[in-house]
């Protein structure tokens, strides 16, 4: 069966701080998609990334970045020098070939306090 | 359009009664999906749909709750005989193939009353 667990349900930190929002996947297939969403107040899902199951290379974008293990099945997102802007709930997500839906985790919600 | 939009964005709706929700989806987008948000359960796909200019495929939809497709970046979904239970934010989400990025819509937050 296909799972996503994000065991952080709340974080709460100070402006500039760094900051990680846990994720972990649960999949049998040896193909398959992980994503991340932010979902402000506003309340639309937007895209931040997408990484397949043979692409381990971790990534930066700005002050995001990302580390996919296979070996711990987790893909983790880091914050650097947070902005109150940051706020919002962030999903992690996963889908397999085959399987035409995303499987969501259950969102952590990051304040970011200024 | 620039983006996923959904009508309306709020609803409020007896018990019992059927609803109808819209989705906008982009252009060009082969798949549409629908999912239920809540505080419970997290989002959960609901339906999903792809197609070409001939057909339209439909995901699962379960029991009361169906999509249709009337034109390819249109979809409206369903809920017949609307219960408390079924309050939650629905999210209509595009992607131009499966497994490649889906932009989501605003949501229709359902009260069911």
């Known amino acids: 069966a296909q799972k996503v667990t994000q065991a952080q349900t709340e974080i709460s930190v100070v402006e500039k701080e760094d900051v990680t929002l846990d994720c972990v996947y649960e999949t049998r297939d040896t193909t398959y998609y992980l994503f991340w969403y932010k979902q402000p107040p506003s309340g639309e899902l937007v895209f931040l990334i997408r990484?397949?199951?043979?692409?381990?290379q971790n990534e930066i974008s700005g002050r995001y970045s990302w580390n996919f293990q296979k070996s711990t099945s987790s893909f983790n997102f880091t914050i650097t020098a947070s902005q109150v802007v940051d706020s919002a709930v962030y999903f992690c997500?996963?889908?397999?070939?085959?399987?035409?839906?995303?499987?969501f985790g259950q969102g952590t919600r990051l304040t970011i306090n200024p | 359009g620039a983006g996923v939009s959904q009508s309306p964005r709020y609803k409020v709706a007896k018990r019992g009664r059927d609803v109808a929700l819209r989705c906008d989806s982009i252009s060009g987008h082969v798949t549409l999906y629908w999912y239920r948000q809540t505080l419970g359960q997290g989002s959960e796909v609901l339906t999903y749909?792809?197609?070409?200019?001939?057909?339209?495929k439909s995901g699962r939809p379960s029991g009361r709750f169906s999509a249709e497709r009337p034109e390819r970046s249109v979809s409206t979904l369903k809920i017949q005989r609307t219960e408390q239970g079924d309050s939650a934010v629905y999210l209509c989400?595009?992607?131009?193939?499966?497994?490649?990025?889906?932009?989501f819509g605003q949501g229709t937050r359902l009260t069911v009353v």
């Open positions: 749909s792809q197609s070409d200019a001939q057909r339209d």
């Open positions: 990484r397949n199951s043979f692409d381990e």
């Open positions: 997500a996963s889908s397999i070939q085959g399987a035409q839906k995303l499987v």
């Open positions: 989400a595009s992607s131009l193939f499966t497994h490649t990025e889906a932009f």
